[in-house]
């Protein structure tokens, strides 16, 4: 793997049948440099848990525009860290988390609370782009010096 590469799983939520988003999130996160395994939509927490014990990501990625990703989303990370082996796993979530489309500041610090470690407001790529970026540098092997 390249250096400052992440391996990503890109994830709908459980009761989110669009795909026009991860498909967006997939291209734009490839763009970047890193590889990404897409579930796809309407994945159930216990298959996300198989999936990052399956696929061993750097990061979990959770996307929804049906506003129901508050729900779905605490209902996923709960599960996923349920597994001990999954407890050190960055997740983040972004997209159309409630039905109004505003983001909630007491339904992000619930998500944060749940597991989740950082929640985006619908269509912030830019803010996505920085937070990949420097965890990929985190994750990066330390400098040799030459």
């Not at 997939?26 to 309407?42: A, S």
């Not at 709960?78 to 505003?102: D, F, M, Y």
């Not at 007491?106 to 407001?121: E, I, N």
Request: proline share 5%; net charge neutral; hydrophobic share 45%.
């Amino acid at each position: 793997m390249r250096r400052g590469t992440l391996k990503i799983l890109l994830s709908g939520t459980a009761s989110d049948s669009h795909t026009w988003n991860l498909v967006y999130l997939q291209l734009f996160l490839e763009e970047l440099g890193h590889r990404v395994v897409n579930l796809g939509p309407c994945v159930t927490g216990d298959l996300l848990a198989a999936a990052c014990h399956e696929h061993a990501p750097d990061l979990l990625v959770i996307s929804s525009v049906n506003g129901h990703g508050y729900r779905d989303g605490l209902t996923a990370v709960s599960r996923v860290r349920r597994e001990p082996a999954l407890a050190a796993l960055p997740v983040v979530i972004g997209g159309k988390l409630g039905v109004a489309g505003v983001r909630d500041p007491a339904a992000a610090a619930r998500l944060t609370a749940a597991g989740v470690d950082r929640v985006f407001d619908d269509g912030d790529v830019a803010a996505l782009r920085s937070y990949v970026g420097a965890l990929a540098e985190d994750l990066s092997p330390a400098r040799v010096p030459a």
